[in-house]
């Protein structure tokens, strides 16, 4: 199957984006383009406890330190991180994704409620979450609004949102203006995504940047220094973790 290009999406710069940022038009990871292909193999499952465990990590550590009760995974994937990070601290958990990422998370035993959901389209949650988790989601869907709606409804006026996403600048150069994976749609510089979060109804918290992997994050402090002094054109804290709160009065894209 030869995946459809979806057409109508938005100026790059309504998503806070450079003037002239080159998106991708296909959702490339949706269950509907990936019919003909098997995208949770067996390497792609044991990578994906690599990839973003900081995050997770860092969701637990919430989960623990404030008290937090009940959490909501969005784009839950397999949920092996879940299983190693969020269900020994926290035992009400709902991980929403498409059916083929939640058929493996199931077979897995992954103790969760599991709720297959549109990324692209998600409904109205039916309940208020302590926190809401949607770690590495947001490039994958064409259009964010509705998914950042559905992360704002879920958290209620109380609740923590934990977003995060690669940054553009540290993991594909400054002066990048294309997306050059084709399963991301589109990619932030990090205060790119700080102003477009802000536009979208959030109060950002904390931010954090990690590796993409489970590498320790002091192993690469010397590169972010050297980032930072422009002496790199790229640094291995390359995934941007954003820690946020709803804000109900805020304007919101």
């Known amino acids: 199957m030869v995946p459809r290009p979806e057409r109508g999406l938005a100026d790059p710069t309504a998503y806070c984006l450079p003037r002239g940022y080159q998106q991708q038009n296909i959702a490339r990871t949706r269950d509907d383009v990936n019919r003909t292909a098997v995208y949770w193999t067996a390497e792609r499952i044991a990578e994906s406890r690599r990839y973003q465990s900081h995050v997770y990590r860092w969701a637990g550590d919430l989960l623990q330190r404030c008290g937090l009760t009940s959490m909501l995974d969005v784009g839950s994937g397999p949920g ?14 709902t991980a929403v994704d498409q059916p083929s990422a939640l058929a493996v998370a199931t077979s897995l035993r992954i103790a969760a409620m599991m709720r297959p959901i549109d990324l692209e389209a998600p409904p109205t949650p039916d309940r208020c979450y302590d926190l809401v988790l949607c770690s590495d989601v947001i490039e994958h869907v064409l259009d964010p609004a509705p998914l950042l709606g559905y992360l704002r409804a879920a958290a209620g006026a109380g609740g923590l949102v934990l977003v995060s996403t690669p940054e553009r600048a540290r993991l594909r150069g400054r002066d990048c203006l294309v997306c050059k994976k084709p399963d991301h749609v589109r990619e932030w510089a990090r205060l790119e995504f700080l102003t477009f979060l802000s536009k979208s109804g959030f109060d950002v918290i904390r931010t954090r940047l990690l590796p993409q992997d489970d590498a320790r994050v002091g192993v690469h402090r010397e590169a972010e220094r050297s980032f930072r002094q422009a002496k790199f054109d790229r640094s291995p804290l390359c995934c941007h973790a954003v ?11």
């Open 80 to 93: 092996v991180k879940l299983a190693e990070y969020i269900t020994p601290v926290c035992s009400d958990i």
């Open 243 to 253: 820690l946020c709160r709803v804000n109900r009065v805020g304007n919101r894209s």
